[in-house]
């Protein structure tokens, strides 16, 4: 288990981290969201032990970060969002030189060697240069070295960041794999990415958590209208506004009259569905319904409340 408690970070006069609180739980992958410069990777670095806080703590399974540093290290895995790789390097060696660190020389190194490759899928290109893999490539080889101890606990900084579409699902995949048996923090700007692959989430903005639980939950937790799109054939202007009279809850942000239809824009609260009584008053004024179509708030939308951005320029 990974606990943090109180945890700030300055730079000087910057306060990079304030008071952050939270956990991450045994076998849990914890998605860390927050826009650029809200102490995202600040907050990492020093579960991992690259920063030192300047007050606060962080405790892995009961050893506190600032008098157990070192076996600390020895118990988490740490993939930076600049992959740390030397491209003249070949992957092997690069990996053998990773085992040293830890201790992993010898037999102990051929069981590991064996164990990352089938882990991270790195057959095929073990004998390669790293400058010679795909971006892809080089992200496995990332991650290889950075569970070559067999940590417990993972912390990914931006693992797919710069990657394709096709690379994406390979590395999402290859993480859920990991987190079968390991703690997983991971942090993205690619919020369908944390979605499809975190347990849980915890959102930081200017270096304070502003939010913590399911994708599920901290949708519902954002209280706001649902917005219906309908395009409806057969129907008058004057009519289609008279549903505001005979429908609670409904309000017309838009009627957009076209060749042989319109277009309509309806906003109600999050707790009612007026779409069965919509359809009645349709079939009342003999009107076609082309399409019905409810919008509702998504994790892109609660992201940006939570971090001020709303009605920001995309």
Aim: proline letters at 3%; glycine letters at 8%; one cysteine or more.
């Amino acid at each position: 288990m990974v606990r943090i408690e109180n945890l700030v970070k300055n730079y000087g006069s910057v306060k990079a981290v304030r008071s952050v609180n939270f956990t991450a739980n045994n076998g849990e992958i914890l998605g860390f969201l927050g826009a650029n410069g809200a102490g995202k990777s600040t907050t990492l670095k020093i579960i991992s032990g690259y920063l030192t806080p300047t007050s606060g703590n962080v405790f892995i399974n009961d050893l506190n970060i600032l008098n157990h540093s070192l076996e600390i290290r020895q118990q988490v895995g740490y993939l930076p969002e600049l992959n740390p790789l030397w491209n003249d390097m070949l992957v092997y060696d690069i990996l053998k030189f990773t085992g040293r660190v830890y201790d992993i020389v010898g037999r102990k190194f051929d069981i590991a060697l064996d164990r990352i490759i089938e882990q991270c899928g790195l057959n095929g290109i073990i004998h390669k240069k790293v400058s010679a893999c795909s971006k892809g490539y080089k992200q496995r080889v990332g991650l290889a070295m950075s569970i070559i101890h067999d940590p417990k606990i993972l912390i990914l900084d931006e693992p797919v960041n710069g990657l394709d579409p096709n690379q994406i699902v390979e590395i999402r995949e290859l993480i859920r794999n990991l987190g079968r048996d390991k703690t997983i923090i991971i942090s993205s700007h690619i919020l369908q990415e944390i979605q499809a692959t975190a347990d849980r989430i915890v959102v930081i903005n200017k270096g304070q958590v502003v939010a913590d639980g399911t994708s599920e939950e901290l949708m519902t937790s954002l209280k706001g209208d649902t917005t219906l799109t309908l395009e409806i054939k057969n129907a008058k202007h004057e009519d289609i506004e008279s549903l505001s009279d005979k429908i609670k809850g409904i309000k017309f942000r838009e009627i957009i009259e076209n060749k042989e239809s319109h277009t309509v824009h309806i906003s109600y609260p999050s707790d009612l569905d007026p779409r069965e009584d919509i359809f009645k008053e349709a079939m009342k004024f003999q009107w076609v319904i082309i399409e019905m179509s409810p919008y509702r708030k998504n994790l892109e939308d609660v992201f940006r409340s939570l971090t001020g951005m709303e009605g920001a320029n995309a």
